[in-house]
C-alpha cells in the first residue's frame, strides 16, 4: 500500500527521501513521487510506474534539507504521472502526501469546483492541498488542523508549506503515520523500516492526533489542539535485518530463515518446570484463562488461514470450542459478542484495515480482544489487551511465509497454556513442549528439499490451475499452499477440504491439472488415500505432501514432497514448508517479480 517518507535536518534531504521510498517498495505502489523544499520553493517530480521512472526524472543532487516522498497504490484514479504524490495547492505555495481514503472527497471537489478552483488529478487526496490553502492561519499547524475539520475518511498524511521552510506537518486517523528521532534530523514515516538506517527510536502518532516537526524536534497535539507527549521507543531490530542477504529473493531468504525466526518466537516461552507455556504478555492469569469459554479468532488472507490451523490447534490441545472467521466479514455481520469468549486478532503488520476495525467493533462491544502481531507497536498491536509478539523479525516480501509459520508457533504455544489449565496433563505438556523445542530442526530438514522441489517446478511450471487438498488440520496447509502458488506465480489455485473434492470441484480434475494432496501421518491417512484414488481415476496428476512412508502414496502419486514425520501438533506447520517451496521455484521458473507481485500490497490499510 501506499508509502510516506519526510525529511527534515543537517543533510541534504534528495539521498534520504530516495533510500527510503527503496525501503517502501516492498509494500506494493504503482507510482511515486518527492516534493522538495529549497529557497521558499516546492519542487515536484512524479513518474508513474516503478521508481526507476521517477529516477529517471529527479535530479542528480539538490542542496534542500527537507522534503517528501510518497509511493502510491492506486484507489481513486489510476496510476498515472498526475494521479501521483505530492499533489500541490494551486499556487504550488502546499504540498501533501496522503496515505488514506478521503471519504466525502468527492462533495469537496464538488463545492471547491463551484468556487473556482480546478483539479489537477483525479485523486481524493489533492482535495486536501486544496483545503489546506484555504484555511490561512498563525501556524501550518493550525491550517492543516482547520482543513481536516472539513474531511471524513481516514489519512496518514504530510504537509509542507513553501512559506515555512524546514518544517513539516503530520496526521493521522486510520493509517499509520510514524516520527523517527535523529540527532539534528528528524523523519516521518508509514513504515518504520525506511527509517530504520538513520534511527531506531520512534514515536507512533494515535488516530486524532497532528505533529508539527523541524530539524529541532518535534510536539504532538490533538484536533481539539490538547498538547499531547509520548517518549520514543526503540525498535527491535535493525537495518542489517532488512538485507537479502545474499538470496535472490526476500521472499527466499524468509523461507529460509524460518528455524531462526521460529527459535525466537519460541525463545523464553516454554517453561519445563511445569511443562507448560508462558505468555507473559497475555495479561491473563490462570483464573481468567480458565474463565474463557471460547476462542474466535480474525484475520485477513494468510493471516486468517493461520487463524483457522490456529482454532484447530486450540480446539484439539485445549478442548475450548475455537473457530476463525476473516475480520471484515466478522465486523459487518453484527456479531453477538460474548463476555466468556477470547477474542484473537492476527496480522503481521499489525495494520491490516480489517483486522483493526475488527479489533475496535469487538472492543466497543465490551468483548476482550488479544493479539497475534509481528511489527511491534504497530496499531494493533497498541490497542489490544495483551498479545503474543510473533519475533519473526521483519517480513519484506509481500507473499508472508515465516510470519505464517510463527502465527502457528504462537497459537501452539497458546494452546498449550490454555490446555494446562483444563485437562492437558503435566507428562502431555512436556510432550508438547519436546515437539516444540524439536520444531526448529524439523523445518531445517523440511527446508532441505528445496533443491527438489526445484525440479518439481521446472515439470509443472506449464499448468493453468491446480487443487490443494487437506483433511481437518491439513485443509489450512492447503488454503495457505495454494493461496502462495497464486499470489507469486499467478497459476489458479483452489483449496478444498479434501472430503469436499467429490461434492463438485471433482468435475474439473483433468490431466491438466495437478492436485496436491496434503497427508499428514494420521488415522486420516487411508481416507485421504481414497481421494487420491479418485483424483487418479480422473486421470489428475497428484503430487503428495507428506510426512508418511506409506508404500500407497508412492504408488499412487505421481510426485511426492516429503517432509520430516513430526508430532500431529506440528504437522501444519512442517507440512506447510515444502509448499512455499513450490510456489517459490514455480514463480522463479515462470519469470515472475517474486517478491512484488503484481495488484497485492504487503500491508492493507484501507478496507
Ligand atoms: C499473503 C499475504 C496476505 C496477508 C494479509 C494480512 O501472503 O501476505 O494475505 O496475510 O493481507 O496481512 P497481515 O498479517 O499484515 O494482517
Known sequence: MCGIIAYSGHQAALPILRAGLRRLEYRGYDSAGITLLARSRLQTWRAAGKLDQLESRLPEKNAAKCGMGHTRWATHGAATDENAHPHLSPDGGIAIIHNGIIENAMSLRAALTAEGAVFASDTDSEVLAHLVAQCPADSLLESVRQALTRVHGTF??????????????????????????????????????????????????????????????????????????????????DAESLSRGGYAHYMLKEIMEQPEALARTLGGRLDRRFNTAHLGGLNLGPRELLDIRRI???????????????????????????????????????????????????????????????????????????????VVGSSIAREVEGGIYMHAGPEVSVASTKAFSSMLGCFMLLALQLGRVRDVSPQQGGEMIAALEALPSLVDTALGESDAIAVLAAKYSGIRNAFYIGRTDAFPVALEGAQKLKEISYIHAEAYPASELKHGPLALVDPE??????????????????SLQEIRARKGPVIAVTNADHPEIHALADDVITSPPCHPLLHPLVMGIGLQLFAYH??????????????????????
Open 156 to 237: 496518514g498524511l504530510v504537509v509542507m508549506d513553501a512559506a515555512r521552510p524546514g518544517e513539516l506537518v503530520a496526521a493521522r486517523n486510520g493509517s499509520p503515520v510514524i516520527i523517527g528521532v535523529g540527532e539534528r534530523e528528524m523523519f516521518i514515516t508509514s513504515d518504520a523500516n525506511a527509517v530504520i538506517s538513520h534511527t531506531r527510536e520512534v514515536v507512533h502518532l494515535e488516530d486524532g492526533e497532528l505533529a508539527a516537526l523541524d530539524a529541532r524536534g518535534f510536539t504532538l497535539s490533538t484536533m481539539d489542539s490538547a498538547v499531547t507527549s509520548r517518549a520514543p521507543i526503540t525498535l527491535d531490530h
Open 586 to 607: 514455480m514463480a522463479v521458473r515462470m519469470g515472475r517479480d517474486v517478491d512484488q507481485p503484481r495488484n497485492l500490497a504487503k500491508s492493507v490499510t484501507v478496507e
Open 296 to 374: 474466535k479468532i480474525l484475520g485477513c488472507g494468510s493471516a486468517y488461514y493461520a487463524g483457522i490451523a490456529g482454532a484447530n490447534l486450540v480446539e484439539s490441545v485445549a478442548r475450548l470450542p475455537a473457530t476463525a472467521e476473516p475480520a471484515a466479514e466478522f465486523r459487518y455481520r453484527n456479531p453477538l459478542i460474548e463476555a466468556d469468549t477470547l477474542y484473537i486478532v492476527v496480522s503481521q503488520s499489525g495494520e491490516t484495515f480489517d483486522t483493526l476495525a475488527a479489533l475496535r467493533e469487538i472492543r466497543r462491544k465490551g468483548g476482550r480482544v488479544i493479539g497475534v502481531c509481528n
Open 513 to 530: 491439472t495437478p492436485t496436491m494432496v496434503v497427508l499428514p501421518d494420521n488415522n486420516l491417512l487411508p481416507k485421504s488415500l481414497s
